[in-house]
């Protein structure tokens, strides 16, 4: 039995509420990603002495102030790192200051 079929059969056994068709997911293959090879962030405790890391990985870089590069994910969340609701966080956070930063502009252009 394949081992996403198992687990699709405990969940369903301890979440009576999840759908059949959940055990009919073929799963991922994100483990034989070449690129990735089913890898996940995490931290050392020799790795940041100052606890800023994640911190400066979530700052946005500007170019002429435009904000070019915009990182989010697991990897940049300051406590939740190595979690998808980490992962989703950060997005929510990124996403929440390029809407602060467009609706900056659009305001500037529109009280010219």
Same mark, same amino acid.
């Given at each position: 039995?394949?081992?996403?079929?198992?687990?699709?059969?405990?969940?369903?056994?301890?979440?009576?509420?999840?759908?059949?068709?959940?055990?009919? @997911?073929?799963?991922?293959? @994100?483990?034989?990603?070449? @690129?990735?090879?089913?890898?996940?962030?995490?931290?050392?405790?020799?790795? !940041? =002495?100052?606890?800023?890391?994640? !911190?400066?990985?979530?700052?946005?870089?500007?170019?002429?102030?435009?904000?070019?590069?915009?990182?989010?994910?697991?990897?940049? =969340?300051?406590? =939740?790192?190595?979690?998808?609701?980490?992962?989703?966080?950060?997005?929510?956070?990124?996403?929440?200051?390029?809407?602060?930063?467009?609706?900056?502009?659009?305001?500037?252009?529109?009280?010219?």
């Amino acid at each position: 039995m394949k081992k996403s079929r198992r687990v699709g059969i405990i969940v369903t056994g301890v979440l009576p509420f999840v759908p059949e068709t959940f055990l009919l @997911w073929p799963g991922t293959r @994100w483990f034989s990603n070449p @690129w990735i090879k089913g890898s996940y962030c995490h931290i050392t405790p020799e790795c !940041d =002495h100052s606890g800023s890391v994640m !911190d400066k990985l979530a700052q946005p870089v500007f170019v002429e102030n435009v904000p070019r590069i915009i990182l989010a994910g697991e990897a940049v =969340h300051p406590s =939740h790192y190595s979690t998808t609701h980490g992962a989703y966080e950060s997005g929510l956070q990124q996403a929440a200051l390029l809407y602060e930063y467009i609706m900056e502009q659009e305001n500037n252009f529109f009280n010219k």
